[in-house]
């Protein structure tokens, strides 16, 4: 390769004298040229790849903070879900005991009905046999009145 490079050089140094140009001139032009020849496209690749690298690793690197703050943020859910799965145990627990509550209500309920009207009938009754008795009373006094009176006036 260096010997090409060489080759060029010369020829472009020549060609450069043919069309006038001083030996000073000619050589200071064919330098500048290979300088850029040589530093264009491997040192410009080169510091592109150094680049192109670096922003990899950059990027690598915040990828890998990434990852860890998704494996973080998924460790929490996974302990949320577990909370919320409790509380749903939980609340199953207590919609089962509400139900049953509700099913004893309605039970004490029926029979509170049904001792309501209980009463309700016994207070009838006993009313009835109230005056019933009154009425008797009454009669019972009134027999004995008119017997103590009978003995009285006799």
């Known amino acids: 390769m260096m010997t090409s490079t060489l080759m060029s050089t010369h020829k472009a140094f020549k060609a450069l004298q043919q069309a006038g140009i ?6 200071a032009m064919v ?4 300088d850029m ?3 264009q496209p ?3 690749v080169g510091k592109q790849l150094g680049q192109l690298r670096t922003k990899v690793d950059q990027i690598d690197e915040r990828l890998g903070h990434l990852t860890i703050k998704v494996n973080q943020i998924d460790e929490r859910l996974g302990h949320v879900e577990r909370k919320i799965d409790k509380l749903a145990i ?3 627990h207590l919609e089962n005991k509400v139900d049953k509550m509700e099913v004893m209500l309605s039970e004490m309920n029926f029979r509170l009905t049904g001792a309501v009207d209980s009463l309700r009938n016994d207070v009838v009754t006993l009313t009835t046999d109230m005056r019933w008795i009154k009425r008797l009373s009454i009669l019972m006094t009134t027999t004995l009145l008119a017997a ?3 003995d009285i006036l006799l």
């Open 37 to 39: 020849q040589q530093r």
């Open 90 to 92: 939980r609340f199953s």
């Open 22 to 27: 001083d030996d000073q001139q000619a050589e």
């Open 148 to 150: 103590v009176l009978k």
């Open 31 to 34: 330098e500048v040229f290979s």
């Open 42 to 44: 491997g040192a410009q």
